[in-house]
């Protein structure tokens, strides 16, 4: 508290002195009489990292009229965070040597947060700036989108009163800032704005926007000390805003806005940004009415952002017309580029009218007469003939007075597409699903597909081809939570006029974000780490119903007996040795052309696996093929199992599944034939008087169309392991070794499963990280390195030949008799075919993390290696290599920085019928600056 009064009381001072520092910087100033009163003042020291001194001094005009006074002065939150044992690994990072906790968020923020430095340590340069030794990656407006320049500057700014008195780095007045000076020659209303680097889009390489997308975080600290201009305000306010734009010019939409005074001091601003497309930061300053008002800003850094090479595209401006008739939903005020959120989540549209709903195709009036595209019609308005080959009813009515969307044949060429696409829909909620009925009849029809695009980037997600006879069908996509993407219907035209493709009753379910429960959550529901409220049924069943994963946690799942998404392998199921064939695990379509799922049900995208029956030769009609679940216990209660299958195609067999106890199967569940062309889910309650297993049982249909797929398979908490089914490597160790829950060392310590794959030996012999896929010479084995059942073919272990293509020696002992890992060659392949090296599961890296390994791809070699980290809702590739790299051992070197619950995954693909050629060897995590 200070206390200024009397009418030559004059002024005060208060100086940071830091050891070491010539300057005293001033933090606190008080000028002439502030009335007989005592008056309250925070000060912002922020971290200071040497030993510091406060003084004061009092200026005084020489006439003896005036006291100042201060009392009860008080430090607030100026010790560093204490040291503890352990820290939540979820949401925290723990300090090398003060053992703090500080929070994720902390991390490469440019404030050493620890005390020690190490949240700081290990950080990209590129991604941070504190302004000391220029703009670094920053670069101001030079395409004339602003009127003057941010000014970098030390100290107070040249107005008096207004502005920071120091920057936020070093908290002196050493320290550099950029501010806005709204002081002459500046004038009301002028902007001045600055643009960071380019940025990719916030998905994994690109290569699956809708279940990696992820937000990326920009931090940074901002000053406003003074008046400007805002709409709609009564007074004219000072303006800091932030923008994110995906093209070179503009302003993008806006993240954050800030106006008025916000008192001298630094603010911290935290902001999550998410693209479908490159982009970039806009940081706009808006100059008040008054000179009093600065804006400063300071210590700016990106996490988990990614620099992108290119250059924003220049706005599209030659995009030929639409056709977009207005929307059947209320009127709305929304600005123009957005778009009315749809009520409770759903949105529904049956062409009625000719309307289209926002649906967006090509304008005819800009394209030739006869072209192939999407265009609402009616059975009435058929010719002679073509009901053959287009529904005379619509699905909405049953009349010929309906209307449907057409793609018709009777224009185009051959091969021919017409897409039809919404606009972008911004976000969606974890149970959102498209719904729509498609009929598809003619002898010459094309395909249909549905696509979900982000950007320039699009993959399919639904697909039908060929006829399909005179009939609607239904089809469906879950599309789950997802983020600024649009829904691409894409007809492919035929041979001939002989079959249109025709859609109706288009519906998004389900599909409203989650909004903040009102109160707490009720025991009958699980609260996500993010504050939401799911029911515990939706706990560990693949899809993210908590918008954060928090509901997929690995350590909640461990309670979820059989469950597995068939990533790589079959989990805790097994093949049975009682059957004519194995289930496959498969990744993208089937191999049969008109049968099976374009994707799978866990990833949504290409690269997701899901097991299958393959129905075409050397399978026969009626030949089975089984596999079983992990044996359950009697004492199960309350014990589900829900699976998702698919099951399409003209000659479908039967999908069985039953409970298998005392030796006899019991039918739980019998499907046969056409079930529909997308994944459906059930859910069978499971109970038996003794231990039993599950069983599913896949049974060939008459013909080759008609493959049988699952995926996601979950059994609840109830249903509880036998004692004689756990996993071998989890046998309880004797009696008395160790206490219950922990696993025993190699050299008598004990260890808990927790503890191992985590990067820290902390058995002291190694024997909890041993199986994890550590660090590698292949000299004494594989060091838990796995191969993976999806494989066509596999990583073998070997030594050197000069005989054969791959290499003659080792890179470890550079001897013909070194170990190291190569990709085999078998007689029987294609192309396409995929060979995997898997790890273990990792807890979690830090900062500074890498992998070292070296490779050799011989100069017959035809293949491609690849580096794939797989986390618990993403698969993204790192690194690749495709064809000879000369005939010597490569090293290579890939940051594994921040990562948690990840795989890492060596794939090998096959380019021709056999190849082979390729190895690795001397694998090493790297956790040290190098």
């Keep these: 508290m200070h206390y200024n009064s009397g009418i030559s009381v004059g002024a005060a001072d208060m100086y940071l002195r830091i050891n ?57 939150n100026c010790s560093l965070p204490p040291a503890v044992a352990k820290c939540p690994t979820r949401t925290h990072f723990h300090c090398r040597h003060t053992k703090a906790c500080v929070e994720h968020l902390q991390l490469c923020d440019l404030v050493d947060d620890c005390g020690d430095g190490s949240d700081e340590e290990g950080c990209s340069p590129e991604l941070q700036c504190n302004f000391e030794h220029g703009l670094c990656s920053w670069k101001q ?73 992820y937000y990326c975080v920009f931090r940074f600290h901002y000053h406003m000390f003074g008046s400007c201009l805002l709409p709609g305000m009564s007074q004219d306010h000072l303006c800091l805003a932030v923008y994110l734009r995906t093209t070179s ?8 806005v800030r106006y008025g005074d916000q008192g001298n001091l630094w603010h911290r601003k935290t902001l999550y940004l998410n693209s479908a497309r490159p982009f970039q930061i806009v940081i706009e300053g808006t100059v008040g009415d008054d000179f009093k008002g600065d804006i400063a800003i300071d210590d ?39 778009f009315a959120c749809v009520v409770h989540g759903e949105e529904h549209c049956d062409f009625e009218g000719s309307d289209v709903c926002g649906w967006k195709s090509v304008d005819s009036s800009l394209v030739p007469v006869h072209i192939f595209l999407w265009s609402p019609d009616k059975g009435e308005s058929a010719h002679n003939g073509e009901q053959y080959h287009r529904p005379i009813n619509d699905h909405t009515l049953g009349s010929p007075e309906g209307w449907y969307l057409c793609a018709d044949s009777s224009n185009g060429g051959y ?17 959102c699903t498209l719904v729509f009925w498609y009929h598809m009849s003619g002898f010459t029809v094309g395909s249909l597909k549905v696509l979900l695009k982000y950007g320039n980037v699009s993959h399919e997600v639904w697909s039908q081809s060929g006829n399909q006879g005179n009939k609607w069908r239904r089809g469906e996509v879950f599309l789950g939570l997802s983020n600024n993407f649009q829904v691409v219907f894409r007809a492919k035209r035929g041979i001939s006029y002989m079959g249109d493709v025709v859609i109706d009753d288009v519906s998004f379910l389900h599909c409203s974000p989650p909004l903040p429960p009102d109160g707490p959550c009720t025991p009958e529901q699980y609260a996500c780490a993010n504050g939401h409220c799911i029911p515990q049924d939706n706990l560990c069943d693949f899809i993210s119903h908590c918008e954060d994963s928090s509901d997929e946690d690995p350590y909640i799942c461990k309670g979820f007996s059989g469950r597995c998404s068939f990533e790589f392998d079959l989990c805790s199921w097994r093949q049975s040795r009682e059957d004519d064939f194995d289930w496959l695990i498969k990744a993208g379509s089937t191999p049969t052309l008109g049968t099976g799922p ?121 249903c509880l392991l036998a004692s004689s089914a756990g996993e071998e490597d989890n046998t309880p160790p004797p009696a008395g070794s160790c206490p219950s829950g922990f696993l025993p060392c190699e050299n008598g310590r004990c260890f808990t499963p927790g503890q ?8 002291g012999d190694g024997t909890d990280e041993k199986d994890c896929g550590t660090s590698c010479s292949f000299e004494n084995g594989r060091c838990g390195w796995k191969s993976s059942l999806a494989d066509n073919f ?20 550079m001897t013909e008799n070194g170990h190291f890992i190569y990709l085999e060659a078998s007689p029987v392949g294609h192309k396409g075919d995929k060979a995997h090296l898997r790890s273990s599961v990792w807890k979690e890296s830090s900062a500074i993390c890498k992998l070292s390994f070296w490779y050799y791809i011989s100069h017959k070699a035809t293949g491609t290696i690849r580096l794939l980290i797989k986390t618990e809702n993403d698969l993204r590739e790192i690194w690749n290599k495709t064809g000879s790299q000369g005939n010597k051992w490569n090293r290579a070197e890939v940051p594994l920085r921040n990562l948690r619950y990840f795989e890492v995954i060596f794939e090998g693909i096959r380019l021709r019928d056999v190849s082979r050629g390729a190895a690795l060897d001397d694998l090493e995590f790297i956790f040290d600056d190098i």
Aim: net charge negative; proline share 7%; charged share 20%.
């Design 141 to 213: 407006e030079q395409s004339g989108g602003d009127v003057f320049d941010w000014t970098r500057i030390q100290g107070p700014t040249p107005s008096s009163n207004t502005g920071p008195w120091k920057d936020h780095t070093l908290g002196t007045s050493q320290g550099h800032y950029l501010y806005i000076e709204s002081s002459a020659p500046q004038e009301f209303k002028d902007t001045a704005v600055l643009l960071s680097r380019v940025f990719q889009p916030t998905h994994s390489g690109g290569k699956d926007p809708s279940r990696s997308s």
């Design 598 to 718: 374009s994707s799978d049900h866990t990833l949504r995208d290409p690269s997701g696996h899901y097991l299958y029956l393959e129905s075409s030769f050397p399978q026969a009609a009626g030949d089975t093929a089984r596999i079983s679940g992990p044996l359950l216990s009697r004492r199960s209660s309350q014990c589900k199992m829900r699976f998702y299958f698919h099951m399409s195609g003209d000659s479908i067999g039967t999908l069985s599944v039953f409970k298998m106890g005392e030796g006899r199967p019991h039918l739980l569940l019998n499907l046969t034939g056409d079930q529909g062309n997308y994944w459906q889910m059930r859910e069978i309650p499971l109970s038996h008087t003794g231990d039993f297993q599950v069983m599913f049982e896949g049974k060939v249909g008459r013909s080759s169309k008609g493959d049988i797929c699952l995926d996601d398979i979950t059994l609840s908490p109830g």
């Design 300 to 338: 700016l850094s990106f996490m988990d952002c990614v620099p992108y090479d290119g250059e924003l595209p220049t706005p599209n401006t030659t995009t030929p017309a639409v056709t977009t008739p207005a929307p059947t939903v209320q009127p709305h005020s929304c600005p123009d580029g957005e």
């Design 249 to 256: 010019t503009g302003r993008g939409h806006v993240l954050w």
């Design 20 to 76: 070491g520092v010539q300057n005293k910087t001033v933090i606190w100033r008080t000028l002439y009489d502030q009335g007989t009163r005592w008056n309250q003042v925070t000060l912002q020291l922020g971290r200071i990292t040497q030993p510091f001194q406060i003084s004061l001094a009092k200026i005084s005009l020489g006439v003896f009229d005036g006291v100042s006074a201060l009392d009860d002065v008080t430090f607030k």
């Design 794 to 813: 596999d990583w073998t272990l070997g030594t050197g030949s000069v005989k054969r293509i791959w290499p003659p020696y080792d890179h470890t002992l």
């Design 415 to 431: 091969g021919q597409i017409a897409d039809l696409q919404t606009p972008v829909i911004s976000s969606t909620g974890p149970h």
């Design 756 to 763: 191992s794959c985590d990067f820290t030996d902390d058995c």
